[in-house]
């Protein structure tokens, strides 16, 4: 059974920093893409970043570019979304996912296969 088991997720003082953590069970780490995505109450899940198989390939959401770092260590199944100089408007639940079927890559997030449970992170002002 896969697993995709995030932890890291709280509250936050504006300017902060945080950093949210996936580990993956049950299929080959490093057969998938890893991504974040995240969901604040009313709106739609919307793509915070990912991170190839290798670790070589990163994307990120124009929101975040800059602040949000993504990164994996796959001798340990787990993937890493640090975060600083949050936003009160980074307030969401954060989830973690994995596509195993694409070569690239993507924002969308029909295309990923598996996800968390999720993470809530909320920054105050």
């Known amino acids: 059974q896969v697993r995709f088991i995030e932890s890291g997720g709280g509250l936050v003082q504006a300017g902060g920093s945080l950093r949210v953590s996936c580990v993956v069970s049950g299929r080959t780490f490093s057969g998938y893409i890893m991504g974040w995505f995240r969901q604040a109450p009313g709106k739609e899940r919307e793509f915070v970043s990912a991170?190839?198989?290798?670790?070589?390939?990163?994307r990120y959401a124009d929101s975040v570019k800059g602040r949000f770092t993504i990164s994996r260590d796959n001798a340990k199944n787990t993937v890493y979304l640090q975060m600083n100089s949050l936003k009160v408007e980074d307030t969401a639940v954060y989830y973690c996912t994995g596509d195993y079927r694409n070569e690239r890559i993507s924002t969308r997030r029909y295309d990923y296969q598996y996800w968390g449970q999720g993470t809530q992170v909320t920054v105050s002002s």
């Open positions: 991170i190839s198989r290798s670790g070589d390939g990163t």
